[in-house]
């Protein structure tokens, strides 16, 4: 399974991993590096926490980074509101996914995107062969998905997809301390179980 952390405006998964790369998710879209540099091997982190609750048989685990300097967010927001520099990089996000998929043999490739509405959110969710809302916890994120799902069609709309499943947001696990690999440390949790179904929808498979 390959996870790009994709919310380019907070990018967050470096810290949850506790993993700084020497090369970015940015330095690839900017052609400065190739998909072997920034694509890192968390398996361990995986294997650890399965000696500790799980007998289910694990996978490998592949993380690209996006860079947190606000340097590089800036860098990229402009690229974004440039027309024809954002058609490279939607270019660059399906390549990406492309080579994941052929070089790396990923079975799923999940796109960590920004919570809310903005129109890159929605560019990589188009590079999707599915998509899954996690909403958040607040009235303002609550309000506009509920607008938005009123009739189940919206991202169907939006993205020309169907929309498999919606997983909620459990406030344990959102405002807990140190929260990592849940489904792993909880596999009896709601949210596992969810997860768990999601993955065994053929659907989603890449």
């Given at each position: 399974m390959?996870?790009l952390?994709l919310?380019v405006?907070a990018?967050?998964?470096?810290a949850?991993?506790?993993?700084?790369?020497?090369k970015?998710?940015?330095?690839?879209?900017?052609?400065n590096?190739?998909?072997h540099?920034?694509m890192?091997?968390?398996?361990?982190?995986?294997?650890?926490?399965?000696?500790?609750g799980?007998?289910?048989?694990?996978?490998?685990?592949?993380?690209?980074f996006?860079n947190?300097?606000?340097e590089?967010?800036?860098?990229?927001?402009?690229s974004i509101?440039?027309?024809?520099?954002?058609?490279q990089l939607?270019r660059?996000f399906?390549?990406?996914?492309e080579?994941?998929?052929?070089?790396y043999?990923?079975d799923?490739?999940?796109?960590?995107?920004?919570?809310?509405?903005r129109?890159?959110?929605y560019?990589?969710?188009n590079n999707?062969?599915?998509i899954?809302?996690?909403?958040?916890?607040?009235?303002?994120?609550l309000?506009?998905?509920?607008?938005?799902l009123?009739?189940d069609?919206?991202?169907?709309?939006?993205?020309r997809m169907?929309?498999?499943s919606?997983?909620?947001?459990y406030?344990?696990?959102?405002?807990k301390?140190?929260?990592?690999l849940?489904?792993?440390q909880?596999?009896?949790h709601?949210?596992?179980?969810?997860l768990?179904?999601?993955a065994?929808?053929?659907?989603i498979?890449?």
């Open positions: 390959s996870l952390d919310d405006y990018p967050s998964l470096h949850y991993f506790e993993y700084n790369p020497d970015w998710i940015n330095d690839l879209l900017f052609e590096s190739d998909l540099d920034i890192a091997d968390m398996t361990p982190a995986l294997t650890k926490y399965a000696a500790n799980t007998n289910k048989k694990l996978g490998r685990l592949l993380v690209g996006s947190p300097q606000k590089e967010i800036y860098k990229l927001e402009g509101k440039s027309p024809n520099a954002n058609i939607l660059r399906v390549q990406l996914r080579d994941l998929i052929s070089d043999e990923s799923y490739v999940i796109l960590d995107t920004s919570p809310g509405i129109y890159a959110k560019n990589n969710n999707n062969n599915s899954s809302q996690a909403p958040e916890e607040s009235p303002i994120e309000g506009v998905i509920e607008h938005q009123s009739s069609t919206f991202l169907t709309d939006q993205t169907e929309m498999i919606t997983i909620p947001c406030c344990d696990i959102q405002f301390k140190k929260e990592f849940t489904v792993l909880y596999p009896d709601p949210f596992a179980k969810q768990e179904r999601l065994t929808t053929g659907q498979k890449v």
